[in-house]
C-alpha cells in the first residue's frame, strides 16, 4: 500500500544533541510537510518543500533545518534540542499542482523526548 | 489570513446517537475546508473536504459534513457514534491563494457504551 512512512517512532535525545528524524513516502507526492504537534494541539506547520522549493514558516525557530534529496524522502533536523522541543513530530504529503483542494496524508508521527 | 475555531474542546455522546462535532471558517478568498481525525500516538487521517458543488460532503466510516457559507460554518456530523469513534478530530482550512493548511485546536471526541 501507498504510505507515508516515520523512522523512529520514538526518539529520545539529550539536551543539545543533534537529531534527524526521517521520512519516506510511496505516494509519489510532490508536496511534504513537517508539523509540530504538542499534547494533543493543533499540529503546526515548520516548513513545507514544493517540489525542490523549500519555504519556510516565519515563526519556525533557525533550531529546525529540512533535507529533502529526492522525492521520496525528507529529514527533519533539529541542531540543539531544547526541552521544549519535546513533541510529536509529523510529516505529511500532498499532491500539488498549486491546488489548494488536494488533502494531505499523514504518517504515524515520531515522538521526540528531550532529556 | 485563513483561520479555523473549534468551538468545543470536548464533544460527549452515547453510542447510537447522532454526534456533532462543531468548526467555523475565515479565509480571504474560496475555501477548501478539511476533517482529520487523528488516533492516539498516531498521525492524522483524513476523513472528507469541501471543495465545491453540493454542501452536503459525505466522507469515509459514515461521516458527513455540511458546508454553510452564510454562517462560515462546516460541522461534521454522523447520524449514530459508535465508541470505536472516540478520537480527537481536526477541521482544517486552504483557501485559493496559500499553499498551506490551517488546523484548529482539535475536539476531543468521546463515545459512551
Known amino acids: 500500500d501507498a504510505m507515508v512512512i516515520q523512522n523512529p517512532r520514538y526518539q529520545v535525545t539529550q539536551f543539545g544533541k543533534p537529531v534527524t528524524l526521517s521520512c519516506s513516502q510511496t505516494l509519489n507526492h510532490n508536496v511534504m510537510y513537517w508539523y509540530q504537534q504538542k499534547s494533543s494541539q493543533a499540529p503546526k506547520l515548520l516548513f513545507h518543500y514544493y517540489d525542490k522549493d523549500f519555504n519556510n514558516e516565519a515563526d519556525t525557530p533557525d533550531n529546525f533545518q529540512s533535507r529533502r534529496p529526492n522525492t521520496s524522502f525528507c529529514f527533519l533536523d533539529i541542531r540543539s534540542p531544547g526541552l521544549g522541543d519535546a513533541a510529536m513530530y509529523l510529516c505529511?504529503?500532498?499532491?500539488?499542482?498549486?491546488?489548494?483542494?488536494?488533502?494531505?496524508?499523514f504518517g504515524p508521527g515520531t515522538r521526540l523526548t528531550v532529556l | 489570513a485563513q483561520s479555523v475555531a473549534q468551538p468545543e474542546d470536548q464533544v460527549n455522546v452515547a453510542e447510537g446517537n447522532p454526534l456533532t462535532v462543531k468548526c467555523t471558517y475565515s479565509v480571504s478568498g474560496n475555501p477548501y475546508l478539511f476533517w482529520y481525525v487523528q488516533y492516539p500516538n498516531r498521525g492524522l487521517q483524513f476523513l472528507l473536504k469541501?471543495?465545491?458543488?453540493?454542501?452536503l460532503v459525505k466522507g469515509s466510516y459514515g461521516f458527513e459534513a455540511e458546508f454553510n457559507k452564510s454562517q462560515t460554518s462546516f460541522h461534521l456530523k454522523k447520524p449514530s457514534a459508535l465508541v470505536s469513534d472516540s478520537a480527537l478530530y481536526f477541521c482544517?482550512?486552504?483557501?485559493?491563494?496559500?499553499?498551506?493548511?490551517?488546523f484548529g485546536a482539535g475536539t476531543r471526541l468521546t463515545v459512551k457504551p
Open positions: 469541501y471543495i465545491t458543488g453540493d454542501n
Open positions: 482544517a482550512v486552504r483557501d485559493n491563494r496559500h499553499n498551506d493548511m490551517r
Open positions: 505529511a504529503t500532498s499532491r500539488g499542482d498549486r491546488g489548494a483542494y488536494n488533502e494531505q496524508f
